[in-house]
């Protein structure tokens, strides 16, 4: 079969366990999921079926994580450190990572709702729009399913009107009012995206791709 991904280092298990740490963060959020162990087994199942495989001190046996729960680890890349002895591995969660239902093991349940990082709370967002589309029935009262019943007409003609204010204050000198409408047309910018079945680390492939060309650096130089 063959691999879903490979690197071509060659890690270094501890020679006395057999065992190397595996850090997992979640590749649209950059927020640290958890910290595993996997031996030789686990990392060839791994590569294999591009989803986090363990090996579990505890149980003592192989642990595909999400087997029990159905909140696999979908690898996205893997990185290796400067020794080859432990793993930085960039996944896509189905669900909370965590068995205590949080998002990550480094929080406590009564921080499960703290305040992410900028990037990472723009993919939360996203996923709740996402959520949004997909199951309309679970809010539907919200302003975003009623967006999406109405069609991307509506939805683009909205991302239109956000940015005519977003401009209209920008020109204007608005400071205070700005923050406000752009906010307005990001949130709409992104259901526009999910109504159109683009993801938003598309945009960003793209814009790092403009970033790494020489002949286009100048669309995204001072963003």
């Not at 990572?97 to 709702?113: K, L, M």
């Not at 999406?148 to 009107?161: D, L, R, S, T």
């Not at 949130?187 to 999910?194: I, K």
């Amino acid at each position: 079969m063959t691999p879903a991904f490979s690197v071509a280092t060659e890690l270094r298990f501890d020679p006395a366990t057999g065992l190397l740490p595996a850090i997992i963060q979640d590749a649209d959020t950059g927020q640290v999921l958890m910290l595993g162990y996997m031996n030789a087994e686990a990392w060839d199942l791994t590569q294999r079926d591009g989803r986090v495989t363990f090996f579990s001190r505890s149980k003592n046996r192989l642990w595909v994580k999400g087997e029990s729960s159905g909140n696999f680890l979908t690898v996205r890349s893997v990185h290796v450190d400067c020794d080859a002895d432990t793993l930085l591995i960039r996944a896509t969660p189905a669900g909370p990572t965590c068995h205590r239902g949080t998002v990550s093991c480094f929080e406590q349940p009564e921080q499960a709702h703290a305040p992410a990082a900028p990037i990472g709370f723009l993919a939360d967002l996203e996923r709740l729009i996402v959520e949004r589309h997909q199951f309309p029935e679970r809010a539907p009262t919200s302003y975003t399913v009623s967006l999406f019943k109405k069609g991307m007409p509506k939805i683009a003609q909205k991302v239109g009107e956000e940015a005519v204010e977003t401009v209209i204050d920008a020109v204007g000198g608005n400071r205070e009012g700005l923050p406000g409408e752009v906010a307005d047309l990001l949130y709409h910018l992104l259901v526009l995206l999910v109504a159109a079945g683009v993801p938003m680390s598309e945009v960003i492939d793209v814009l790092q791709e403009r970033h790494r060309l020489p002949n286009t650096r100048h669309l995204t130089e001072g963003k």
